[in-house]
């Protein structure tokens, strides 16, 4: 069945940059927010700007985020003439091979997108916490009949060294890209979000998957190529709260940000909302002894102890004389009698013992940073995690 617009979502990484968090899963599938998971956010935005078909492009440790998307019904994406679509590396006559980068990634699913034969695709990253009304980048770029348009937003010029660059001209028409430019001629960066006119990105990806000495990917080579053969490529400008979640850092920046006001992160907006698949789960319990301020509390959460400014996921646990403060406990995540959490991320069904202390505020300290527990790792009776610090499941404790 033809469809107008069709999305592939670049799911496939390996988020070395989280650490213990992505050993076992994938980047997209990490949890966000309580009750999310990274992924949610680009499915979502799919789904309320109206796009019902979308690729989900997977290779790293793919199983659990396999699972969670599963027939796509928590997005309304699960669909008989379209839907979602889990699209890993698969033989074929010529052979198998890994997604060798982005473009790769799309040039191997050729079949795929040419099935519902659309005059658009939009591509989009698994690892991006953000709303964004797909369909009105999709209507600037017929608007313009570009063969491919940008997302953008401005960044502040100290930081713009950072990101891919683009420079415009007084319509927004793409003039130049540099990738991380020491000196910035714009600050308008690059959102690794586009809309292409398929017939044209089909001739571009086989053009590229020809060429030996390419990276495969759309930043260093599609692009460029694209800019050099004078396509008609255009910016879209976005002004609304976007954050690349690809460090400890930044998932945990992206979490405070759901908590404070003017962030311009609401997830509590009806007029687009995030859908994520729930677990069954009973209601929260706030302990008689409790105390939880200006934190999210998620279904299956048990509080006997404290909670402030802190994300509880789905099934956590405080006991009693235990407290946690600016800090994200994972779904599953139990902190025992007495323990302190601060500025801290506990991964997913992982256990901090009685009496445990980990991580620190920073109070102006040298050095200081967020504090990570792996996933099902049991924290002893009475351990001493410092700020900055990492430990994983096997006890193996490294700095940050």
Request: one cysteine or more; hydrophobic letters at 40%; a negative charge.
């Amino acid at each position: 069945m033809k469809k107008e617009c069709i999305a592939m979502l670049l799911a496939g990484g390996q988020g070395s940059r989280l650490y213990v968090l992505t050993e076992n899963m994938a980047k997209p599938a990490v949890p966000f927010g309580g009750k999310f998971r990274i992924i949610d956010f680009p499915l979502s935005n799919c789904t309320n700007a109206g796009i019902d078909t979308v690729g989900v492009l997977t290779q790293y440790r793919p199983l659990e985020l396999n699972s969670y998307i599963g027939s796509g019904q928590p997005w309304d994406l699960d669909r008989d003439d379209g839907g979602v679509h889990i699209l890993p590396p698969y033989q074929s006559a010529t052979g198998a091979s890994w997604y060798k980068g982005t473009a790769n990634a799309i040039y191997q699913n050729i079949g795929f997108v040419d099935m519902y034969d659309p005059d658009y695709v939009v591509v989009l990253s698994g690892d991006h916490i953000y709303k964004m009304d797909y369909a009105e980048m999709v209507a600037q770029h017929k608007k313009a009949g570009a063969a491919c348009t940008i997302s953008v937003m401005e960044v502040p010029w100290s930081e713009a060294s950072r990101f891919g660059i683009m420079s415009v001209d007084a319509e927004d028409n793409i003039t130049e890209f540099a990738e991380k430019p020491k000196e910035p001629k714009s600050n308008l960066a690059s959102m690794g979000i586009y809309v292409f006119t398929w017939s044209k990105m089909r001739e571009y990806l086989i053009a590229d998957e020809n060429d030996p000495n390419s990276d495969n990917d759309f930043g260093k080579n599609i692009i460029p190529a694209m800019l050099a053969a004078k396509e008609k490529m255009v910016a879209f400008r976005f002004a609304g709260y976007w954050k690349d979640v690809g460090t400890l850092d930044s998932l945990w920046d992206a979490n405070m940000d759901m908590l404070a006001p003017g962030s311009g992160l609401n997830l509590l907006e009806r007029d687009w909302p995030i859908y994520g698949r729930s677990t069954s789960a009973p209601p929260a319990f706030l302990g008689r002894d409790s105390h939880v301020e200006h934190s999210v509390v998620t279904r299956g959460c048990i509080v006997e102890g404290s909670a402030e400014n802190s994300v509880l996921s789905e099934g956590s646990v405080i006991e009693t004389d235990a407290s946690v403060e600016y800090s994200i406990l994972m779904p599953g995540a139990v902190v025992k009698k007495g323990a302190k959490v601060s500025y801290a991320i506990i991964g997913e069904d992982s256990v901090v013992g009685a009496g445990a202390s980990i991580g620190a505020s920073p109070d102006g300290a040298e050095g200081w940073g967020v504090t990570v527990v792996g996933p099902e790792t049991e924290v002893p009776d009475g351990y001493k995690l410092a700020a900055n610090r990492m430990l994983s499941k096997s006890m193996k404790e490294v700095a940050r």
